[in-house]
């Protein structure tokens, strides 16, 4: 096992020496190159949504798993939690009024996990909170979220407040997950289960930008037609496209390395308890 364990270290390491532009490059090569084999695999695009849904569960329950056994919030961030639960409300609501099938019963079972996750965050585990650490300032995208919302919005038939409801939460999602990066920055310490829940997100936002581009490419752009006119449409596409590492792709990498680090032997990677500090991951960017 350790002997097929270390290339995967050695990929990892090298990969993360590379300067910023070559890890930009390899991870687009890897991305077009997962979309071209999502192409041939999957015919029914819709499977990508769900898995895209299915992928944020996984990650939810990532972290209910560390708040049910370690007893301890450290190293999350209420902040993001909170934006999640903001977006994925509102997203219910737009799903009840507009849509109501699939996507409505998996957005209401992630946003009960995530004011779960919220409460155990802000209450039972209170003493673990590093609110310090946690400083975000959510009106820093809320607020133009909702001004973008109020100018941007789908021009379909449907009610003008739901319409700029549902383009509030596509932007709120897509910048969801910063607080949870500028914790990882202000603590430069990134616990395990912390780094398989950004992943994860890091996987959904994937799946869900393949969702969208595959289906414009198979309808040859009449998608982004009955989308609505306006910059709408492209706002759709670079919402989808918007996964933490276009945001900010150092992160998503360092994130990914941490995850492909933590499937390898603990003393590898001299894993301390609760708090682990990985020798070979370093924070040499600045994220803000």
């Not at 992928?55 to 560390?66: A, E, N, P, Q, W």
């Not at 009960?112 to 946690?134: G, N």
């Not at 409801?165 to 709120?172: D, G, H, I």
């Not at 996987?203 to 490419?217: D, I, K």
Request: hydrophobic share 50%; net charge positive.
């Amino acid at each position: 096992m350790r002997a097929q364990q270390r290339p995967i270290h050695a990929v990892s390491m090298w990969v993360r020496r590379q300067p910023p532009k070559v890890k930009a490059f390899l991870a687009v090569v890897s991305g077009m190159a997962a979309l071209v084999l999502l192409r041939f695999i999957v015919h029914d695009h819709d499977n990508l949504f769900v898995a895209a849904e299915a992928v944020h569960s996984i990650g939810i329950s990532v972290l209910i798993y560390k708040l049910t056994k370690e007893k301890t919030c450290a190293g999350l961030s209420l902040k993001s939690q909170e934006l999640t639960a903001i977006f994925l409300a509102v997203r219910l609501y737009c799903s009840f009024v507009m849509e109501y099938d699939i996507h409505t019963v998996l957005d209401l079972a992630t946003l009960a996990t995530t004011l779960w996750v919220i409460y155990m965050i802000r209450f039972r585990l209170k003493s673990s909170y590093m609110e310090e650490k946690d400083n975000f300032a959510l009106y820093y995208v809320l607020v133009p979220c909702a001004v973008l919302a109020l100018f941007i919005h789908p021009s379909t038939s449907h009610n003008i407040v739901n319409r700029i409801s549902w383009a509030f939460c596509v932007y709120l999602e897509a910048v969801s997950v910063l607080p949870q990066l500028q914790v990882m920055q202000n603590t430069k310490i990134v616990e395990p289960f912390t780094a398989h829940y950004v992943f994860a997100l890091g996987v959904a936002r994937f799946l869900s930008c393949a969702h969208w581009v595959l289906q414009v490419l198979d309808s040859r752009g009449h998608l982004l037609v009955a989308l609505g006119y306006g910059l709408w449409p492209s706002m759709c596409l670079w919402r989808a496209a918007c996964s933490p590492s276009s945001l900010r792709s150092s992160i998503t990498e360092d994130a990914a390395l941490l995850w492909s680090m933590s499937l390898l032997p603990k003393e590898s990677i001299n894993l301390v308890t609760n708090a682990t500090r990985y020798p070979y991951f370093k924070f040499p960017y600045d994220w803000n």
